[in-house]
């Protein structure tokens, strides 16, 4: 199903969207990092004295490998908060991006634990002192948490673009700090986002958390529905997440999953099985020998279509499977039911032992799309046991 063909069949349907766009001016213009370096750097000019202990500017090629050093030296206690500008191009011919919160990672020191924001603005309080250093994430993958990669740096040399980071090492506290800084100006709006950001967090749902190695995200949250029972929302644009919540089932003939949910827009018009076009809404269960299946509803591709994940870091690992396909039924609550061992040996061979986990997938990174649905009545059966999982 999958493979090269697919990928230039899908690469085609891309290039023919991207020139019309072009034609029509409708493509976005890459950020102004000339203009991101005046605007910040204005701030900084005219911002009272004792605000700011220090700051760095770094200009950080996106096929640049990690880690590079930002010169800042912290120390444990310190609040910092950093600003991005620019695009890591996936193609860009194509007008595939990866945008700069999802593509810009961070430690302190050489042995640091790896973290981003959810937005191209974060703020933080270092936990640990040492250099404050920043790294490219895609195409590559993190293998553990101190930023180690799973593939050969050699893969950045597919990417193009630049990031331009701004980080700031504030005198007292960043929330404080950012207040200050705007009180002479904003730029584009990026103080008055990290302090609404500040003052009411992003979380995830209570008792799920987002996969560490893809990183946080402001996609999922609890919201009750129409008749007060407990639901999970999700809404992604232009970002991607992973939404993860533990169980502990043997995997056995009886096997099932049971949920209801209410799709009410895809991210994408395309087939999903291609990497440029691999923007998909999901619930998945993951076991003990680390594959996940993952149930979907598909744009294009029929019913029971099954297929590995076309991303290099995913292949072998994560199953596709359509359980919905087209445009009917977008928008109602519908019930779904499928049994894993059935569903496992069909699609991915030799069954394991054990059921591990229970995600939430949300992938818009590719087109840049928006899709909607929400998750209810979530339910694991197997061996005469039953979880509630939402």
């Known amino acids: 199903m999958t493979g090269a063909l697919t990928d230039l069949a899908v690469a085609a349907r891309l290039a023919g969207k991207a020139l019309v766009r072009r034609l029509r001016s409708d493509i976005e213009p890459p950020p102004n990092l000339d203009d991101f370096t005046r605007g910040m750097q204005q701030l900084l000019d005219t911002v009272s004295p004792g605000i700011i202990r220090d700051s ?80 490219n994430y895609f195409p590559n993958d993190w293998a553990d948490s101190t930023g180690t990669r799973k593939q050969d740096d050699a893969v950045y040399s597919e990417v193009s673009g630049e990031l331009k980071i701004l980080a700031i090492r504030w005198a007292a506290g960043a929330q404080e700090g950012l207040a200050a800084l705007a009180g002479t100006g904003d730029h584009e709006g990026l103080l008055t986002s990290e302090l609404q ?21 402001e996609i999922f949250r609890e919201q009750p529905g129409e008749d007060g029972q407990p639901c999970i929302h999700c809404r992604t644009h232009a970002d991607v997440g992973i939404l993860q919540r533990p169980v502990d089932l043997p995997l056995a003939e009886d096997s099932e999953i049971s949920w209801r949910w209410c799709v009410d827009k895809l991210p994408i018009d395309l087939r999903e099985d291609s990497v440029p076009s691999h923007d998909y809404l999901s619930i998945a269960v993951e076991f003990d020998n680390g594959r996940d299946i993952t149930y979907y509803w598909s744009s294009q591709l029929p019913e029971g279509t099954g297929y590995d994940c076309p991303l290099p870091n995913w292949r072998g690992k994560e199953y ?10 977008l928008g109602e609550w519908l019930t779904e039911r499928r ?46 046991k039953k979880i509630q999982v939402l």
């Open 56 to 135: 760095a500017w770094l200009s950080m090629p996106a096929s640049q490998p990690p880690w590079v050093g930002s010169g800042l030296h912290l120390e444990p206690g310190d609040e910092i908060s950093y600003f991005i500008a620019g695009r890591a191009y996936a193609n860009k011919a194509l007008d595939i991006y990866v945008s700069p919160q999802l593509q810009v990672w961070c430690k302190i020191g050489t042995e640091g634990t790896i973290f981003r924001g959810t937005r191209s603005t974060h703020s933080f309080r270092a936990q640990t002192g040492g250099e404050l250093c920043f790294g």
């Open 197 to 217: 950001r500040l003052q009411h967090p992003p979380t995830a749902p209570s008792g799920w958390t987002y996969l560490w190695h893809l990183g946080p995200a």
């Open 339 to 384: 049994n894993l061992m059935e569903d496992y040996r069909h699609y991915m061979g030799e069954p394991p032992e054990r059921i591990t986990r229970v995600w939430f997938i949300a992938n818009s990174i590719f087109q840049r799309g928006t899709g909607e649905c929400t998750y209810a009545d979530i339910v694991l059966q197997s061996g005469g």
């Open 320 to 329: 596709h499977v359509v359980i919905r396909s087209g445009t009917r039924g």
